[in-house]
C-alpha cells in the first residue's frame, strides 16, 4: 500500500529552523516531481516546494531564499529545510506528488511559528 508519513515539525520561534521529512513506500518514489504543501488554517492547500526526480528545484515566491527541497531517492525521502521561519508559515505540511494525488495525502506535520 502507498504511504506518505510526514515528520518534523513543531514548535518555533521566529528566525528559527525547522527539517521535515517525507517518508515514501511503495513505488511512490518513481513519481517524477514530489511536492511539499502546506495548509494555515482557514486557508486552502498550496503547493509551496517541488522537486524533480534529478533533483531540480522550484519554490512559491513565500518561501524562496528560506526554504530548500531535497530528496534522496535511494531512501525514497524528501526533505524541507525551513530557514528564517516567519509567523505566517505556520501551517500543516504535507507531502504528495506534483500534481497531487488524492490517495496520497498523508496526515501531515503541524509547524508552529511563535514567540
Known amino acids: 500500500q502507498v504511504q506518505l508519513v510526514e515528520s518534523g515539525g513543531g514548535l518555533v520561534q521566529p528566525g528559527g529552523s525547522l527539517r521535515l521529512s517525507c517518508a515514501a513506500s511503495?513505488?511512490?518514489?518513481?513519481?517524477?516531481?514530489m511536492g511539499w504543501y502546506l495548509q494555515a488554517p482557514e486557508n486552502e492547500r498550496e503547493l509551496v516546494a517541488r522537486?524533480?526526480?534529478?533533483?531540480?528545484?522550484y519554490y512559491a515566491e513565500s518561501v524562496k531564499g528560506r526554504f530548500t527541497i531535497t530528496r534522496d531517492n535511494a531512501k525514497k525521502t524528501v526533505y524541507l529545510q525551513m530557514n528564517s521561519l516567519k509567523h505566517e508559515d505556520t501551517a500543516v505540511y504535507y507531502c504528495?506528488?506534483?500534481?497531487?494525488?488524492?490517495?496520497?495525502w498523508g496526515q501531515g506535520t503541524q509547524v508552529t511559528v511563535s514567540s
Open positions: 504528495n506528488a506534483v500534481p497531487s494525488v488524492a490517495m496520497f
Open positions: 511503495g513505488s511512490i518514489f518513481s513519481i517524477p516531481v
Open positions: 522537486i524533480t526526480w534529478g533533483g531540480t528545484a
